[in-house]
């Protein structure tokens, strides 16, 4: 058994110290699971592959899943893909249960982790194939119909739909890029402005800006009050976490993990597209979708269950096809190329050891990072009773160091930060939508690439409706959502107008 | 018939023109949604402006213009001064760790409300260890390029 | 053959004067951490691999810190605009460096102009043109002749530069063949190599440019799998591939390749010559940067280049060695620009 030759503490070890370090990034406000996975890269020149893919795939597991920590406890989202996470997590913390949330969440993720695991270890060739039928046509409808997911998270639908359209236009400033195969002319900007806005606004200083640097200029602006964020610190006098919590939650649990690993899979359509389609789909079926956004348990299994299913996801297509389904995988590649083993439709065949470590350490970075966080919750929790002028400069400066890091030393997008931290801090006067604003902006780079190229190919829009079954099939996810959202937007204003009526 | 239909939904994109093609759709757009608003809660809004149910002049007196102003000021010198000292120090990421001790400090001091001795030591303290943690496990460790 | 005897005279020369070149290494010119910016976003790229074999090289001979950071070429052009004088900035790109200006892209800049070209380092072979493995295309020469005869042939590739050169040249040689059918040799504009392959299994593309790292096991399918492909051409130069280990690439032999470079693929360039094109990694260092700090980068390099360990590394990742000094990269890259410029305005 070469397999077990292969499992030496130091693979144990690494994968550990992988998760660990890992779980740091993914909860340090502006440092994502990428950016663990690329400064790590350089390390894995000393190790053999399979030692380097131990450490790695711990990186990868451990910073989606930190990502919920900050998303949970400060309204930040530690990475992108935990943004839905704020949804909901936020309002329970705010209510007090707080670490009951991070409880939910860790364990969804343990779930969506493992569920995908098992997905990749048995199905991927085949998956593989399926992956490859979704050309540009069918990739813009996932792509719509996750931005349906914008009228249902609004409070008021027709602002929030501008608040998504205007997301839309300003992820679109900037170089329309060769590398997606654009012709590299620059839009949406004066001339005087190109040297600046050439390389548009990028995902992570946006995020961290409208959410955290925001949220910081609004407390200023109250006078930051000493008390910290939550005044009342033991968490645990309120409704302790139990796993009666994921009672009636197993469908979602299948749903969203299916729906993470589904869209990881599937490559450039982008991992914060899985946690946004599987809240769409949890507040589509919930019992009572009204409650979905006020603090229910349910919209954080749905975002975690899903962005955890994301990382067995977007394996399959890297390693039988040769070809990064998320960001992170793309530089995971770079650990491949840089020991000289190709990836591609033969990966798995040609190399069966490599592919069994790599799904034992798959496994194993999930469950170490369900224990360490789940042991550590207690202590991550004190967080929110650090006075704020404590905290408030940390995240602040912690912010600044992502925002400069996240491609490799760009000093603009330290400025994009400050740029859409007053915008943020704004958009709150004027009534801007935030949440739809940012599901703009991250789906809207794709939704023209897809839109465009599906049109430079067939040159008619009839393409949308005939190109494919699966197509066909996604109008009708497509026009499900959307009655969906007028008829809970309908049913609202019925009962507002009823209750004004008393 | 078929031929007229199919000539409706026909396009075609000039690769030239083509970064214009998409924006151009979303601008359409917004513009019809910002009319839509307009229509809906803007005109009510107007009227009730010029009934003289409404003002214009909104308060700013709940607005603690201090804090407010401060952390925007601070935030752009530390910027600004940020990306300049660390012109003199290249790739080795001190212009990041020089200038976030002072800022740190003078965002909590702007913060902090009913300063006493054990504040300011806690406060300072921060100021020094927070960045230099930071400077050291990520440039150092890490080799992240900063400022 | 004759620049592979170029290199082995240069680093003799070199050697006879080393002991001045150590006088000047003594002196440790840059000092502190060194910055490798990239004209590439990837991490897993070729470009990134290059340079961090590279950088790892070099930190070892200048005893210091270097790190490649991958910012992409519009970010990387601007950082060395402004920094970098002293050396401790510098960048790593390919022939995209200056393709992407003749191709006309907003943003590009032009390098000879703007930057000073250091040392070449290596050659990416891999470059390559592939179809579907049903397709009726057996060679490229099928292709051309498909064209001239009227048929339209769809060719995927990322518009702009490395990738769309191979497509001008197929174009050029349709020209060349068939005066006016060039028409029928349409380019298909996407992205990524992702996108590419799903053109090709969408059948909305012919051709598509790929490369022997990317696609090789692709073309290992078996013919009724959907996602099977065949190389046709690559462009590396006969001489290029000949460098390469036996061994190829994953099962795909030296000799195997070989059937895809000239003699046996031949895209015309004009009535006596061939197009070939060899994907050429190059440091570019700061306009002002003082002739000093270039030599000590050269000699440097030199050095490892003579110890013949960093070959052995980059043979292994399946490039070719290619060290050029700045003396002689700029020129030798001035003549390749020119002869590329002349197909690629031929075509406008």
């Known amino acids: 058994m070469d397999l077990l030759a292969d499992l030496t503490p130091l693979f144990f070890t690494l994968v550990f110290v992988g998760v660990l370090i890992g779980i740091l990034f993914g909860a340090i406000p502006g440092m994502t699971a990428t950016m663990a996975v690329a400064v790590c890269l350089p390390l894995t020149y000393s190790l053999n592959l399979r030692e380097g893919l131990a450490l790695l795939l711990g990186l990868y597991v451990g910073g ?7 998303a949970i406890l400060l309204n930040i989202p530690g990475t992108p893909s935990s943004i839905t996470t704020t949804f909901d997590g936020y309002p329970m913390t705010v209510n007090g249960d707080g670490e009951k949330a991070l409880k939910i969440g860790i364990i969804s ?29 069918e990739k813009f409808l996932i792509i719509f119909l996750a931005l349906t997911v914008i009228a249902s998270l ?17 992820s679109l400033i900037g170089t329309y890029d060769v590398s997606v195969g654009g012709n590299g002319d620059t839009r949406l900007m004066f001339d005087f402005m190109v040297p600046y806005l050439e390389e548009g606004f990028s995902l992570l200083p946006v995020l961290i800006g409208l959410f955290g640097l925001a949220t910081i200029l609004q407390e200023a602006e109250k006078g930051v009050k000493d008390e910290p964020l939550c005044a ?14 994921f009672k009636g939650q197993i469908i979602n649990l299948f749903r969203s993990s299916s729906i ?24 589509n079926f919930s019992k009572d979708p009204s409650k979905l956004g006020t603090g229910a348990p349910e919209g954080v299994i749905a975002s975690e269950a899903s962005n955890n299913g994301l990382t067995g996801g977007a394996l399959i297509p890297l390693l039988s096809l040769g070809i990064p389904g998320d960001s992170t995988t793309a530089v995971l590649i770079g650990a491949f190329t840089l020991q000289g083993i190709q990836v591609g439709p033969l990966f798995i065949g040609e190399n069966m050891e490599t592919w069994h470590t790599m799904m034992v350490a798959l496994v194993v970075a999930n469950l170490v990072m369900f224990f360490v966080m789940f042991f550590a919750i207690k202590y991550i929790a004190k967080v929110i009773t ?24 760009i000093m603009f997008d330290v400025w994009t930060l400050l740029l859409f931290g007053v915008f943020g801090y704004l958009s709150g006067k004027i009534g801007i939508e935030v949440a739809p604003l940012i599901i703009g902006f991250i789906l809207g780079n794709s939704a023209e690439v897809y839109f465009v190229k599906s049109l430079e190919s067939f040159g008619t829009l009839t393409i949308f409706f005939t190109k494919s079954p699966i197509a066909m099939f996604l109008w009708v996810l497509i026009a499900v959502s959307i009655t969906y959202s007028i008829y809970t937007t309908v049913k609202s204003i019925r009962t507002k107008r009823a209750n004004a009526g008393h | 018939m078929k031929s007229w239909l199919a000539s409706l939904f026909h396009v075609t994109i000039d690769f030239q023109e083509s970064h214009m093609f998409f924006p151009t759709i979303v601008m359409w757009v917004l513009l019809f949604l910002l009319a839509l608003i307009f229509i809906i809660y803007g005109r009510p809004y107007l009227c009730a402006l010029r009934t003289g149910e409404r003002t214009l002049s909104f308060s700013t007196s709940h607005i603690d213009k201090l804090r407010l102003i401060g952390t925007l000021v601070l935030t752009i010198a530390y910027f600004l001064s940020m990306d300049y000292v660390g012109d003199f120090f290249p790739n080795t990421g001190l212009g990041f760790l020089f200038m976030s001790i002072p800022f740190m400090f003078c965002l909590s001091l702007l913060y902090v409300h009913n300063l006493n001795r054990r504040k300011f030591l806690t406060l300072s303290l921060n100021a020094l260890i927070a960045p230099g943690l930071a400077w050291y496990v990520l440039a150092k460790l890490f080799h992240i390029t900063l400022p | 053959m004759k620049r592979l005897l170029l290199c082995l005279g240069l680093i003799v020369s070199v050697s006879v004067v080393t002991p001045v070149a150590d006088g000047v290494a003594a ?21 990134y691999q290059n340079s961090a074999i590279v950088a790892q090289a070099l930190a070892e001979e200048l005893g210091i810190d270097v790190k490649v950071d991958a910012v992409g070429a519009t970010a990387a052009f601007k950082t060395m605009e402004r920094s970098g004088q002293d050396g401790n900035t510098i960048m790593i790109f390919h022939d995209q460096a200056y393709l992407a200006y003749l191709y006309g892209i907003k943003g590009s800049a032009d390098i000879f102009k703007e930057l000073k070209i250091g040392p070449t380092i290596a050659i990416n072979p891999g470059n390559a043109y592939l179809v579907p493995k049903k397709s009726p295309y057996q060679t490229i020469d099928a292709i051309i002749d498909a064209c001239g005869k009227g048929t339209k042939v769809r060719v995927a590739i990322q518009p702009g530069g490395v990738s769309e050169i191979g497509y001008t040249a197929m174009k050029n040689a349709v020209k060349l063949k068939y005066p006016g059918s060039e028409e029928n040799l349409v380019a298909i504009n996407t992205g990524s190599q992702a996108d590419k392959n799903q053109l090709l299994f969408d059948g909305q593309a012919d051709v598509i440019n790929g490369s022997v790292q990317a696609n090789e096991q692709y073309t290992r399918l078996p013919e009724d799998d959907q996602k099977a492909m065949r190389f046709v ?49 190059i440091f570019l260092y700061n306009k002002n940067m003082s002739p000093e700090l270039v030599a000590y980068l050269d000699n440097a390099l030199t050095k490892i280049y003579a110890k013949g360990e960093i070959q052995k590394i980059q043979k292994k990742s399946f490039f070719i060695p290619d060290f050029l000094p700045s003396t002689e990269s700029g020129p030798y890259l001035m003549k390749k620009m020119e002869r590329i410029e002349k197909i690629i305005s031929g075509m406008k």
């Not at chain 3, 002196?27 to 790229?45: A, D, Q, W």
């Open chain 1, 154 to 170: 609004s409070s008021n639908v027709l602002v929030g739909i501008f608040s998504g359209v205007l997301g839309v236009w300003i």
């Open chain 1, 109 to 137: 993720s343990l779930f969506g982790g493992l569920f995908s695991a098992a997905i990749l270890f048995f199905f991927a060739p085949a998956l593989a194939d399926i992956a490859i039928k979704f050309s540009y046509v």
């Open chain 3, 27 to 47: 002196e440790k010119l840059i000092t502190g951490n060194m910055r490798v910016v990239i004209g590439s976003k990837s991490t897993g790229g070729d470009t």
């Open chain 1, 64 to 70: 989606i899943s930190g990502g919920l920590v900050p």
């Open chain 1, 232 to 245: 009342d610190v033991s968490l645990s006098n309120r409704a302790k976490f139990s796993m009666r919590d």
């Open chain 1, 386 to 409: 650090v006075p704020k002028y404590i905290l408030y400069p940390i995240i602040v400066m912690m912010c600044v160091v992502g925002a400069y890091a996240i491609n490799y030393g």
């Open chain 1, 260 to 283: 993470g690993t589904f869209v990881g899979m599937l490559p450039g359509v982008g991992g914060s597209a899985a946690s946004v389609l599987s809240y769409t789909q949890a507040k």
């Open chain 3, 233 to 281: 051409w690559l462009t590396a130069r006969k001489g290029t591939i000949e460098q390469a280990n036996p061994e190829g690439m994953g099962q795909t032999t030296r000799d195997d390749l070989m059937k895809f470079v000239e003699p046996n693929a031949v895209v015309p360039y004009d009535a006596s010559s061939n197009f070939v094109f060899d994907k050429e990694f």
